[in-house]
């Protein structure tokens, strides 16, 4: 069966890539290409790119894509109903996918043999003193409100009609796991939602890299990308503020994952995320089941406001 083994990147369709452009780098993102249609963000890590931007009159969400691990995962989903053959990607390092297309619209690529980007510079995470073990010693902090440096690309929520269904096809498709499921408030045997990680075995990944949630509006709800720590998240948060960016909503810490989070809208209304301190799980976890309301998805922090969860 083929085998996603990481999120690769986020499209978005935006009738202006100057805008675009000027807010991802306050984000955090850094260019790495551009051309007169489409632009190319990346972070820190080795992915040319995380975040792609195509010219179009209207805006929208275009699709993800995530890496396989070799050629022959290609080759497998080429023959699946529904598959694109093996296209060449006209995109900075190269490589070859399959498109996709699940029940909704929602455009996934498969890819594979990328180049890998030369990797940015970044600072170590700081050293935190907890009452009981203090890490850091005759060496004060001194964090800035600045554009937070972007590491990678964490995860993506998709909003589909049919939940069961959308969970089976990217389980078929790319061997994705469920590591929790958000249930009606109340009844656990009313799945709503699924967090879906990349199976590595006793590797540790991502609690989730693609979230599924039923909904009657299809579509993207959230891109999320990941920063060095609780520094890095606060000192962006401040800096966004000061340029005067919409923010949805943050600081808080989730409950299903872990993740501190800071949400912000783009210059075309697309919600943005950023995080840092999520699980991490390998084979031996598993997932559970939760049926608490929207308000205790939040542990502490910020609350999402009621038009967050639609």
């Avoid at 590595?200 to 909904?215: K, M, N, Y």
């Avoid at 709800?221 to 998240?233: K, N, R, T, Y």
Wanted: overall charge negative.
């Amino acid at each position: 069966m083929p085998r996603a083994i990481d999120i690769a990147h986020v499209a978005y369709q935006v009738p202006d890539l100057d805008a675009m452009e000027a807010f991802l780098a306050d984000f955090g993102l850094v260019r790495a290409a551009r051309t007169p249609d489409a632009l190319y963000m990346r972070g820190a890590s080795d992915a040319p790119y995380l975040h792609v931007s195509r010219r179009g009159a209207e805006n929208g969400f275009l699709g993800l894509g995530f890496r396989v691990g070799a050629r022959a995962d290609l080759e497998a989903l080429a023959v699946l109903p529904g598959s694109s053959g093996i296209e060449r990607i006209d995109a900075p390092g190269g490589g070859q996918r399959v498109v996709m297309t699940m029940a909704d619209g929602h455009r996934v690529e498969a890819v594979q043999g990328i180049v890998p980007a030369p990797a940015l510079p970044v600072r170590g995470p700081n050293p935190f003193n907890a009452a009981t073990a203090k890490q850091r010693t005759n060496a004060p902090l001194r964090p800035q409100r600045e554009p937070g440096r972007v590491l990678r690309l964490g995860h993506c929520v998709l909003k589909v009609r049919d939940h069961d269904a959308a969970v089976r096809w990217l389980g078929e498709r790319l061997g994705l796991l469920a590591s929790d499921h958000l249930c009606v408030p109340g009844d656990e045997t009313l799945v709503i939602g699924t967090f879906l990680r990349c199976d590595r075995g006793e590797a540790f990944v991502d609690h989730h890299s693609l979230f599924v949630v039923q909904s009657d509006a299809p579509g993207v709800h959230h891109s999320s990308f990941e920063m060095q720590d609780l520094d890095a998240v606060m000192g962006a948060h401040d800096y966004l503020v000061e340029r005067g960016y919409r923010l949805d909503c943050g600081v808080g810490r989730h409950l299903l994952g872990s993740q501190i989070f800071d949400y912000w809208r783009d210059p075309f209304g697309n919600r943005i995320e950023h995080y840092t301190d999520g699980d991490v799980v390998n084979h031996l976890h598993r997932p559970s089941r939760f049926a608490g309301t929207a308000e205790e998805t939040t542990q502490w922090g910020a609350k999402p406001p009621p038009e967050f969860f639609t």
